[in-house]
């Protein structure tokens, strides 16, 4: 997915998702190389998505 994509399915703007998408990767979550995201730390990625 875009991060335009991104913002449509969620409801949000491409900026809120590129400001999310950085404090998840600030914060060891997930990593972004070459348009693809990795998912680090699945568990806590879990417990933010419940919040």
């Not at 600030?26 to 933010?48: C, F, V, Y």
Request: proline letters at 0%.
């Amino acid at each position: 997915l875009t991060q335009d994509e991104l913002a449509a399915f969620t409801g949000a703007s491409r900026v809120s998702v590129n400001r999310v998408l950085g404090d998840l990767e600030r914060r060891g979550l997930i990593t972004i190389r070459r348009r693809r995201i990795a998912i680090l730390d699945a568990d806590s990625l879990a417990k933010e998505v419940r919040v």
